[in-house]
C-alpha cells in the first residue's frame, strides 16, 4: 500500500463529472495490457462446406474471474494492478471457416488483472457456452499480454425464444415460437427459427430442436426461480386461502 506522503487526493470542481472507466478498458495509471484469446466454435447444426446464410456472426464473451477483492486482500493482487477489471463483456464476430465447418475469432481482452478466468460465450439462438482449453481446462490465465490460440467451445442450437436472445433454456416457449415459424421465410421474427443456418424453416430445424428440448445454458449468475399465483386459485373477501405459487426455474444470462 501507498504511504501517507504519497498519497494525493484530487477533488474535482463543484458539479463536474467523475469519469468511470467501463469494465475491461484502459485504466489510467495501469500499463495497458492486452491479452488475445483465439477460440474455435462449432455451432450445432453447420458442418463443413455448408451453403450457410451468415457466414460472419456476432458473438458476445464474458470474462469473469472468481473473487477479486478476497485475493486482493489475501495479497495475491499486486497493489499496482488494484485498478485492473477483474471481468469485462467484449464483442466480436465468429467467421465461418468452411474447410473444418467451425467458427474462429480472436477476442482482445484488455487491462484485467492478473489471474485465472472463465469465459462464456452468448450466440444468438445458441444456449450460453464455457470456452475450454484444447487440454479440458476452463481456466485461463489473462493478466499477462500474452497470446493463447487453444480456446474451443460446442454451443447448442434452438434458444430462439423470449425476445432476440432467448433465456438460456430451451423448453415450450422455443418450440411455439418455432411453430409459429415453421415453413415460412427465416425473415424478420421467423429468422432465428431457421436453426440451421440453410434458409429454410423446415423438418430439418424441427429435428434439432426437438433434440435440444429442455437443454440450459451455462451461466455465471445463480438460478433463479420466477414465480406466479396460481390463477385458478380465488381469494375472496369471505374466505381466507393460501394460493400455490407456480415457478419456473430461470438461468440468469450476463
Partial sequence: AASASNVICCCPASGSAVPTPASGSAVPGVTSVVDRVGVTV????????????????????????????????????????????????VSDILIYDARSGSFVTEFEIRDMQAGNYTLVLQVQKYLDALVNKLDGSTLFALGTGKTINDG??????????????????????????????????????????????????????????????????????????????????KQGEGAIQMCQLI?????ARF
Fill in 42 to 89: 462449432t455451432l450445432e447444426g453447420i458442418g463443413p462446406n455448408q451453403a450457410i446464410q451468415t457466414p460472419q456472426i456476432p458473438v458476445t464473451l464474458k470474462v469473469s474471474q472468481g473473487n477479486p477483492v478476497l485475493a486482493q486482500l489475501l495479497g495475491a493482487v499486486s497493489s499496482d494492478s488494484v485498478m485492473a477489471a477483474s471481468s469485462a463483456v
Fill in 152 to 233: 474451443v467451445a460446442r454451443m447448442i442450437v434452438g434458444d430462439i425464444a423470449p425476445g432476440t436472445i432467448g433465456d438460456n433454456l430451451i423448453d415450450i416457449i422455443d418450440w411455439n415460437q418455432f411453430v409459429g415459424c415453421f415453413g415460412k421465410p427465416p425473415t424478420g421474427a421467423c429468422k432465428t427459427a431457421d436453426l440451421n443456418d440453410d434458409g429454410k424453416n423446415d423438418e430439418k430445424d424441427q429435428e434439432l430442436l426437438k433434440r435440444n428440448m429442455g437443454g440450459k445454458g451455462i451461466s455465471q449468475k445463480n438460478s433463479e426461480l420466477e414465480c406466479k399465483q396460481d390463477p385458478a386459485c
Fill in 247 to 251: 415457478c419456473t426455474k430461470r438461468t
